[in-house]
């Protein structure tokens, strides 16, 4: 044992924990995780384009993991009006 006392596990810390070092896009409820959100205020948050916008595959909706990291680090400022995120991945 390190001497140090684990603090209780959430299920955001252990996705987290598990992810390879080569994600490139993450979907709604990974992104949540991320950002340790609910499903609902993460998309509050891309429909109101305070977050960046994701990207659309087909009918996925995937957000990239790298722009979601930038923007924490930068203190998740606010991204622009709703047209920010309305490139159709929220239809």
Known sequence: MNGTTPSKSRPQDA????????????????????LKVCDKTLWNLHTTGRMPKPIRIGSAVRWS?????????AGCPELGCPEHGSNSADK
């Open 65 to 73: 993991y790298e722009e979601l990291r930038a923007w924490v680090a």
């Open 15 to 34: 996705w987290l924990a598990n992810q390879p070092s080569t994600v490139l896009l993450v979907d709604k409820k990974e992104a949540a995780a991320m």
